[in-house]
């Protein structure tokens, strides 16, 4: 169905999506982060010519200004952008002095942007399925994803949503759309398992992506229902831990490897909030200058950490659990990267990274985190890390030249 504005084709659909998704609803000047600043500002071709050929009196010379073409777009949805401020948090120069935005005020909701108007929504269209999950880089999403039980049941209901916002997805290395549906149905079914620790699950999830990626690589497509079946039976059995008997956490290890994660991140410009939050967990981890302390002391406020953070995980059991499905879900995993393998050992990354972050914050402190305080610490994971472009290729990067991306190895990250 198309509707509304005459520049843009809306499509309304009913749409499936976590339960946590049906209930957010922007907070505004509420919020204690801002998504107007620190981070690009893609515009799609109409929304650019249309801030272009503006003849208000006041966004004009901004316009003007910071409103800029992408000399190596390469399609309509990231065909321009808003140059950033030059202050300290970066903003976005179209926020007035109330830190409210001149276009929303001066032209209304539809002369937004897409990447303004939506986020922090993403959109899938899997054949006729729509599917809207949230980045957890947005603190409200993020409390409403991780802090209640219930966030990841599913509903379905009608959006209505810009059709240049919607990522559709191509059936991939010759497998079809449904088969690709049923590998991420299961791989959601292996995070939900009750009975199995998550990194146990994640481990699961490592072993049929590195299984999958096998057949894929030997184009044997045919071959897939089988593995599928087969996943399912272990799953059932129990056979699918036989594997994991041996497999341990190693607290030294997760703290030595992720540290450089850490470290790359407080580099990196960050806004006032989250490096507000990182420079807690520096502090609880015994950080000096951006720098890490020697190994064995490291260990030892790593192990503090740990034992601090148990007993506030345990008032919310399912948060890192939530964390990771959010991420499946949001990432079309194990679809959207270079094989479902290299995906994996994204995962494990991202989950390495918003781990280290809670143990250290909870270092930091004598008493315990509160569940806010949690899921403030993994927006400020995503906001800071894992959505980071720079920031995820420099992580594989430090696995793949220290020999840590092998399977063996980043299960003892887990």
Known sequence: MLSGNAMKKMITDTMLMPTYVSRFSCIGGECEDTCCAGWGITLDKDTFLRYQSS???????????????????KSNEDYGHI????????????????????????????????TCSHYPRTVHRFGDLHQMT??????????????????????????????????????????????????????????????????????????????????????????????????????????????????????????????????????????PHVRRVLEEVAQGL???????????????AYEVGRARLAPALAAVPWLLEHFVLNEVLRDLFPWAGESPKRQFA??????????????????????????????????????GFAHDRNLVRHSHQVLEESGWDNLERLYTLI
């Open 55 to 73: 003849f208000d009196s006041v966004l004009r010379p901004l316009f003007t200004q910071h409103v800029k073409r992408y000399s190596k777009s």
């Open 83 to 114: 140059e950033l401020g030059k202050d300290d948090c970066k903003s976005c120069p179209l926020l007035d002095e109330g830190k409210l935005c001149r276009i929303h005020e001066r032209l209304g909701e539809k002369a937004l942007s897409d």
């Open 134 to 271: 949230l980045d957890l880089s947005c603190p409200e999403a993020a409390r409403l994803a991780l802090l209640a039980e219930d966030a990841f049941d599913f509903v379905a209901e009608d959006r209505t949503i810009s059709q240049g916002f919607i990522t559709v997805v191509r059936p991939k290395e010759g497998i079809d759309l449904a088969t690709m549906e049923e590998v991420r149905s299961l791989i959601v079914q292996i995070l939900r398992s009750p009975d199995i620790t998550l990194s146990n699950r994640l481990r699961v999830v490592g072993q049929f992506c590195e299984r999958l990626d096998g057949l894929i690589r030997q184009r044997r497509f045919e071959d897939l229902p089988g593995l599928l079946g087969d996943m399912e039976q272990d799953l059932d059995s129990g056979a699918a831990m036989a594997p994991l008997a041996g497999f341990t956490a190693l607290p030294e290890v997760q703290a030595q490897v992720s540290a450089p994660f850490l470290m790359a991140g407080l580099k990196a410009f960050q806004s």
């Open 346 to 383: 994204g995962l494990v990354i991202r989950h390495a990274t918003a781990r280290l972050l809670l143990v250290g914050r909870a270092a930091s402190r004598e008493g315990m985190l509160t569940p806010l305080q949690l899921a403030e610490t993994l927006q400020v994971a995503c906001r």
């Open 286 to 300: 015994g950080f000096r200058e951006g720098l890490a302390p020697e190994g064995p002391a490291l260990v030892r």
